[in-house]
């Protein structure tokens, strides 16, 4: 049997969609049949192990999966030896302190001796003591939210996305203590096989990713403006020209960077290119 890389992604929470997405945009097909915790992949050498996102970081330390994706909060509140391969970009949230809104807040000073609930013990024992407050932790597995109002709690130290369930229950943030993103792990001693099957993959997510802060684009320019036009539009060597039927006009094909676009959009109506066309690109191969 051919040797596969096995992948641990998250069964059901915020990470399952966008992980298998991230597959698929690879095109790799996983038939993720409701309720199963394993499967492969039809077209590509992997195994898909569909777990619990706080146990992702031990089976991939241990071997089971070789490779996962979890967030950076769960991954450093598990403090396991693994290697960081790459951030995904999506699952963004930060780690923050918050406390009730009627409270008056200067300083992380002003948590001493407080009581702060939380899942995420390991990374607060640690922040604090960076900023050297003494306060007590309390770990809880849930709804740490309601933490102050139930009097458990003086403080609360939680994932924070919009802040809207801070807010239904009267907290507002005041400590951002890590900003997180969903990542990609892999095991130390990863097998020459597994390597080279995640080095395809990885090689396939970065032309994805390419793709995505890339934009084709097409127009029509008047000839003599063809030396301005081109040096506006960089392309991946240089751009592609085109005559028209039209004579004394060219088309013009290029890419651009997404963060540039209407920076170039603008440069290029003024040195007179019409019928502007912009088209997403799937996968870029440089
Ligand atoms: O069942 P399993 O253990 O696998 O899932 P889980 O319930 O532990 O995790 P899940 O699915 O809630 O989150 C998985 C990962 O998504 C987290 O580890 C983060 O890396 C990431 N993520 C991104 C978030 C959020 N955004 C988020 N907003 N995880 C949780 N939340 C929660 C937060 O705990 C709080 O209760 O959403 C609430 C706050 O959201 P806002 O929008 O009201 O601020
Ligand atoms: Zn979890």
Request: hydrophobic residues 40%; contains cysteine.
């Amino acid at each position: 049997m051919q040797n596969k890389l096995k992948i641990a992604i998250q069964k059901s929470g915020r990470l399952s969609e966008n992980s298998l997405k991230l597959l698929k945009e690879c095109g790799i097909d996983i038939d993720n049949g409701l309720n199963k915790l394993k499967t492969e992949a039809s077209n590509f050498p992997i195994e898909v192990f569909f777990l619990r996102d706080d146990d992702i970081p031990q089976y991939v330390e241990d071997g089971v999966a070789d490779i996962g994706v979890v967030g950076e909060n769960v991954l450093l509140e598990k403090n396991k030896n693994l290697k960081l391969v790459d951030k995904l970009g999506f699952g963004k949230c930060r780690l923050s302190l918050a406390i009730p809104k009627e409270q008056n807040y200067k300083s992380i000073k002003d948590l001493n001796g407080k009581r702060i609930a939380t899942t995420y013990s390991t990374i607060l024992s640690k922040y604090l003591k960076s900023q050297k407050v003494k306060a007590e932790i309390h770990e809880i597995s849930g709804s740490v939210e309601i933490a102050p109002s139930i009097g458990l709690a003086d403080a609360i130290c939680d994932l924070v996305s919009s802040g809207s369930t801070l807010f239904t229950n009267g907290l507002k943030e005041v400590e951002v203590i890590l900003k997180s993103e969903a990542v990609l792990v892999a095991n130390k001693k990863l097998g020459k096989e597994q390597q080279t099957i995640l080095d395809k993959l990885l090689f396939r997510m970065n032309a994805v990713r390419k793709a995505k802060n890339t934009k084709y684009i097409l127009l029509n320019a008047p000839n003599n403006k063809l030396e301005a036009i081109c040096k506006i539009l960089p392309g991946m060597k240089s751009p592609t020209i085109l005559p028209l039927a039209n004579k004394g006009w060219s088309s013009v094909h290029s890419v651009v960077e997404e963060n540039q676009f209407w920076d170039i959009i603008e440069k290029l109506k003024a040195e007179g290119a019409q019928g502007i066309l912009v088209v997403p690109i799937e996968k870029m191969i440089l």
